[in-house]
């Protein structure tokens, strides 16, 4: 059985003191749950600290949106794994779809990025997912499959629940439009195929994880399906309310 995983991506939201207040939030709500759940908040690099000191102790995991894949040296305006978890971070979230589009991040950037951080004790939260025009023309399963396998071949995973790969089609993020149950159902069992051609048994304690204008309301039938083992939740993460009924919702089944 899989241990559920709802993650909160505050993406470039939230100045310090606004993020320790939201953290402070979801602790209260829901900060109990994180005995059945793993529970995860990646506020921006600058808010880090303070979201690490509301969550000390709570069972809550800090998590950043990014990093980068050499240890030190001279990479201006990089982080590196080794920085992200001295500032108490324990996950990281990896190639998400805007990192791709905006910041032109390439599955090769993406691989090492997991290989770095893995090595450096760092659990990781990988994300794939198609454009409209790919799932249009009947490409969804091709990208994500792409995506994936350039992803992790060759990628060392010792333990498999260090490893979680979040569905998110681009065309469902910030747009109000969520993927249907059964479409989400459709591309994570066929990513938890692929992920069994490259790692074989383990694939099947890998976490997979749907992304893409998750809510309160849709949260419950997303989670009815097998492959579906949580979400990574933009928007309505930033709200601590909307934040806690997604985790009552995860950790009451
Ligand atoms: P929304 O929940 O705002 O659609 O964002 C999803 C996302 O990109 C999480 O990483």
């Known amino acids: 059985m899989r241990k559920r995983l709802i993650a909160g991506n505050w993406k470039m939201n939230m100045m310090m003191g606004e993020a320790g207040e939201l953290a402070r939030g979801v602790v209260d709500r829901a900060g109990g749950l994180a005995e059945n759940i793993d529970i995860i908040l990646a506020p921006p690099y600058t808010a880090l600290g303070a979201v690490g000191d509301v969550l000390r102790e709570t069972g809550i995991m800090l998590a950043a949106q990014n990093v980068f894949w050499e240890e030190s040296g001279a990479f201006t305006g ?113 990513i938890r195929e692929i992920a069994g051609n490259i790692l074989g048994d383990s694939a099947a304690r890998i976490r997979i994880v749907y992304g893409g204008s998750v809510n309160e309301e849709n949260i419950r039938d997303l989670l009815a399906e097998p492959d579906i083992d949580g979400a990574l939740v933009g928007g309505a993460s930033l709200r601590a309310e909307s934040m806690a009924s997604i985790i009552e919702a995860a950790g009451a089944k």
Do not use: N
């Open 78 to 190: 990089e982080i590196s794994p080794g920085m992200l978890a001295d500032a108490g971070c324990s996950w990281v979230i990896i190639g998400h779809s805007e990192r791709r589009q905006i910041l032109l991040e390439t599955d090769e950037m993406v691989r090492m990025k997991i290989g770095a951080s893995l090595g450096a004790g760092l659990k990781v939260i990988v994300c794939v997912g198609e454009t409209l025009e790919e799932r249009a023309e009947g490409r969804a399963i091709k990208t994500v499959d792409a995506q994936v396998v350039k992803a992790l071949t060759g990628v060392d995973i010792d333990d498999p629940e260090d490893l979680v790969i979040a569905y998110e089609p681009i065309w469902a993020i910030g747009t109000g439009h969520h993927a249907t149950p059964a479409e989400a159902e459709f591309v994570q069992s066929a």
